[in-house]
């Protein structure tokens, strides 16, 4: 898949979970489990992942676990399984990380894997001013196509103005924007500053895991020098969906259905929405300033069977304290939004 045919599957709205981290007791990778998450994902629909990022745990990076090339070849092979079977190719977008020169290494081990686009975190930049920044991105732009991230500060991110993402949207190879500031008025600043820089080829997805109904069924209509744009957010790329994914396909497909018709937005819709939102309040420990928002992932998959245990890398990560019974109250609230007979039919399938 090529940079423009990686552009034209994004425009088309597309499920894309961010793809977890399976490990032993010992903090080691897990391969079968890892394998048979990837496996999960594509047998759920999902329209493509992202490896190495958040939800995969950043520290995969760390010279002394070594896990950045090995969980990109895993997923790799999986996707390339998953492809020889389907008519529609996952895209597959790997997380780059890190200040320029480790970016540009992230970003061209990506694309020898095979990855059609990467994922680019700003973290690392966090005392950038915005000429630094921008060039930064051009430099990474020019060895992969380029996926904006708008990560909130909460779990590593850093607040990035209009005119930061309007002069990003000038960047020729960018081909989407995920937006995750978790926040209204920033995640605005993107869609304002895609539509005034005439870039209908940047496709919008969200990374807001607590707003993800809301984001993909509103029109934002912004007033150009060209006139009013009307912009959608059409797919989303989302460490909530990483769980109870063959939901979260089915959520997208609706949602896509009743955006664009122009009629009144169903209230069983806008019902599920608060629902999602209070799922994801529990899953990412909205509580306690998402400090288990890995962990919480890692108990819905280690209640599934698809993981054998909570293990992060770092060994202070975990569930927070009560985190566990919301889990257990959303589970009790909302039984419609889980897949669990989905994945109890197909486990040890996806594990063999």
């Keep these: 898949m090529g940079s423009e045919a990686c552009r034209s599957a994004l425009a088309e709205g597309r499920a894309i979970p961010a793809h977890p981290l399976a490990l032993t007791p010992r903090r080691t990778l897990d391969e079968r489990r890892q394998r048979a998450l990837t496996r999960y994902y594509a047998a759920s629909g999902v329209g493509g992942l992202a490896v190495g990022v958040h939800t995969t745990q950043f520290a995969i990076r760390d010279p002394a676990v070594g896990l950045l090339r090995p ?14 079977l389907s008519a529609s190719p996952l895209v597959r977008i790997a997380g780059v990380c890190g200040r320029t020169a480790q970016a540009i290494d992230e970003a061209e081990l990506a694309r020898s894997l095979g990855y059609h686009a990467g994922l680019l975190s700003l973290a690392a930049m966090g005392d950038a001013d915005d000429d630094a920044l921008l060039a ?21 991110g850093r607040s990035l103005s209009y005119r930061f993402w309007r ?39 969200t990374g807001n895991d607590d707003n993800i109904v809301i984001d993909l069924i509103t029109p934002y209509r912004v007033p ?3 006139g009013v744009v ?39 819709l806008l019902a599920l929405a608060v629902e999602v939102t209070d ?4 899953f990412f420990d909205a509580a306690n300033a998402f400090r288990g928002c890995i962990a919480g992932l890692h108990e819905v998959l280690r209640r599934q069977g698809l993981l054998e245990g909570l293990w992060c890398l ?11 019974c919301e889990i257990d ?24």
């Design 224 to 226: 150009t020098g060209g």
């Design 167 to 205: 002069r990003f949207a000038e960047i020729e190879d960018v081909v989407a924007i995920k937006m995750a500031p978790f926040n209204r008025y920033q995640t605005l600043d993107v869609v304002r500053a895609v539509a005034d820089a005439g870039r209908q080829d940047i496709a919008l997805y």
């Design 314 to 324: 770092d060994p202070e990560e975990g569930l927070s304290p009560g985190q566990a």
């Design 71 to 84: 969980v990109l070849e895993l997923a790799r092979e999986e996707m390339d399984r998953a492809d020889a």
């Design 230 to 268: 009307e912009r959608r957010i059409v797919g989303g790329l989302l460490g909530h969906w990483s769980v109870w994914t063959r939901r979260a396909v089915e959520l997208l497909a609706r949602c896509r259905s009743a955006a664009p018709s122009g009629a009144a937005v169903d209230p069983e």
């Design 329 to 352: 109250r959303v589970y009790r609230a909302y039984p419609h939004l889980n897949d669990d007979a989905f994945v109890a039919q197909h486990r040890d399938e996806w594990l063999a």
């Design 136 to 156: 930064h991105c051009r430099s990474v732009a020019g060895v992969i196509p380029v996926v904006g991230f708008y990560l909130q500060p909460a779990v590593g």
């Design 279 to 282: 799922a994801n309040a529990a």
